[in-house]
């Protein structure tokens, strides 16, 4: 139990050095495994359990993709939440985000 504990204050750690360019390339793979899966669970809808299991796991990676995106999609300097601002500097206080 320690040992888990450990082992996900570590990935906690490694999430929050991200930069929000990693942030947001993460949720792009994450949003493209979940596009891959409910195609995949639509070519073999003949086997409904599988397709459905697929589409269950295919959801909660998207709500998984959108916790990780409201939790870790910040600006490193001032902490405010990026929202769908795509740019090379914080909205909030003009800093550069990948540094
Ligand atoms: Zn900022």
Do not use: W
């Not at 750690?13 to 639509?42: C, G, H, Q, R």
């Not at 916790?67 to 550069?96: A, D, M, N, Q």
């Amino acid at each position: 139990m320690k040992l888990l504990k450990e082992k996900a204050a570590k990935a906690m750690k490694a999430l929050k050095a991200l930069t929000p360019e990693d942030v947001k390339s993460l949720y792009l793979v994450i949003l493209f495994a979940v596009i891959v899966l409910i195609a995949f669970a639509a070519i073999i809808h003949r086997l409904a359990v599988l397709c459905e299991t697929l589409l269950i796991i295919a959801l909660l990676l998207s709500l998984a993709g959108t916790i990780f995106i409201v939790v870790f999609y910040r600006c490193p300097h001032c902490g405010k939440h990026l929202g769908r601002s795509g740019g090379k500097y914080c909205p909030y206080c003009g800093k550069e985000l990948n540094k």
